[in-house]
Nanobody
């Protein structure tokens, strides 16, 4: 059974930091991504990483502030969120793909976690 379990969300003031975790189990994946969805908005790509080599991709809105990484031994992917702004408030989802090049389209990630809430106060 494939499982992606996110953790690490919470309430933080603008300028603060959080680290999200995504623990994967049930099968191996080629890529893992993070997406987010704010109230009334569509789900959007945040970042992704290839499991074997560690190639990363970021949305322009988070470049220089967020960092995605993975720990192969723990089957866990992390998203470090720094310099948070109120516009980063959203439910953050971990998603996984069998493709090495899934791009930024959520439709290319068949496996999803339940999401974790990140709220940034001004």
């Amino acid at each position: 059974q494939v499982q992606l379990v996110e953790s690490g969300g919470g309430l933080v003031q603008a300028g603060g930091s959080l680290r999200l975790s995504c623990a994967a189990s049930g099968r191996t994946f080629s890529s893992v991504g993070w997406f987010r969805q704010a109230p009334g908005k569509e789900r959007e790509f945040v970042a992704s990483i290839t499991w074997r080599i560690g190639n990363t991709q970021y949305a322009d809105s988070v470049k220089g502030r967020f960092t995605i990484s993975r720990d192969n031994a723990k089957n866990t992917v992390y998203l470090q969120l720094n310099s948070l702004i109120p516009e980063d408030t959203a439910v953050y989802y971990c998603a996984a793909s069998s493709s090495y090049y899934p791009g930024t389209d959520a439709g290319n990630f068949p496996y999803w976690g339940q999401g974790t809430q990140v709220t940034v106060s001004s």
